[in-house]
T-cell receptor, first 113, second 111 residues
Framework: DQQVKQNSPSLSVQEGRISILNCDYT??????FLWYKKYPAEGPTFLIS?????DKNEDGRFTVFLNKSAKHLSLHIVPSQPGDSAVYFC????????????FGQGTILTVHP | DAGVIQSPRHEVTEMGQEVTLRCKPI?????LFWYRQTMMRGLELLIY????????DSGMPEDRFSAKMPNASFSTLKIQPSEPRDSAVYFC?????????FGEGSRLTVL
C-alpha cells in the first residue's frame, strides 16, 4: 500500500510561471513532510520541509503548503527556471529524529525556456 | 566530506547471478538506509540500520535480498539469485539527527 502518493507522473511548465506539485498521504501518524529533488544520475537532495504544526513554509522561490484535514501537501515554485527541471519526491515521516522517510513515486518537472 | 559513496554505479548481470552492492556512509552518521527506486513505486525503503544493527527489514521484498553492516563505515546489499524484476536503482543513505543524505545510486540491470 502506497502511504504517500504523487498522482501526477509529470508536469511541464513555461519558464517564469508557477509550478505546483501535489502529494497525498494516508497515514495520519505522519507529522513531518519533506520534498526532495533529484537530477539524473544523482541521488535525491533535500529541498524543503514542513512540520504538521504549520500550514506553510517558504524558502526563496519554494513554498510548501500542508492541509492536514485533506492529508495533502503541495510544493509551489515561483518563478520556475529551466534548472528546476528534475524529479521531485514527496516524503513523510513520524517525527524528525533519524531520517526514516516514506517516499512517493515522484513527479518529473520540465521547465521550458 | 566525500558524502555517501556507493559502488558499483552500474551493474549488468544475468538472471540467477549474485549481486552485491556496497555503501560507505558519511563518517559520524548513525543511521544507514537502503532504498530502491522504480518507476511504479518511487523510492521504497528496504532496510535500515542504527549503529550497525538492523532495525527494520520489513521492506526487503524476498529472502533473496539480504543486507549487512559489519562496521560503521561499510554496508552491503546482496541479491542472490537475481531476477529481471530486481532491475532498479538502489540508493544508500545515511543520517545524523534526522537529515538524510543519499549516495548517487547503483543502477542494476538483470537480463
Amino acid at each position: 500500500d502506497q502511504q504517500v502518493k504523487q498522482n501526477s507522473p509529470s508536469l511541464s511548465v513555461q519558464e517564469g510561471r508557477i509550478s505546483i506539485l501535489n502529494c497525498d498521504y494516508t497515514n495520519s501518524m505522519f507529522d513531518y513532510f519533506l520534498w526532495y529533488k533529484k537530477y539524473p544520475a544523482e541521488g535525491p537532495t533535500f529541498l524543503i520541509s514542513i512540520s504538521s504544526i504549520k500550514d506553510k513554509n517558504e524558502d526563496g522561490r519554494f513554498t510548501v503548503f500542508l492541509n492536514k484535514s485533506a492529508k495533502h501537501l503541495s510544493l509551489h515554485i515561483v518563478p520556475s527556471q529551466p534548472g528546476d527541471s528534475a524529479v521531485y519526491f514527496c516524503a513523510a515521516s513520524r517525527g524528525t529524529s533519524y531520517g526514516k522517510l516514506t517516499f512517493g513515486q515522484g513527479t518529473i518537472l520540465t521547465v521550458h525556456p | 566530506d566525500a558524502g555517501v559513496i556507493q559502488s558499483p554505479r552500474h551493474e549488468v548481470t544475468e538472471m540467477g547471478q549474485e549481486v552485491t552492492l556496497r555503501c560507505k556512509p558519511i563518517s559520524g552518521h548513525d543511521y544507514l538506509f537502503w532504498y530502491r527506486q522504480t518507476m511504479m513505486r518511487g523510492l521504497e525503503l528496504l532496510i535500515y540500520f542504527n549503529n550497525n544493527v538492523p532495525i527494520d527489514d520489513s521492506g526487503m521484498p524476498e529472502d533473496r535480498f539480504s543486507a549487512k553492516m559489519p562496521n560503521a563505515s561499510f554496508s552491503t546489499l546482496k541479491i542472490q539469485p537475481s531476477e529481471p524484476r530486481d532491475s532498479a536503482v538502489y540508493f544508500c543513505a545515511s543520517s545524523y539527527r534526522g537529515e538524510l543524505f543519499f549516495g548517487e545510486g547503483s543502477r542494476l540491470t538483470v537480463l
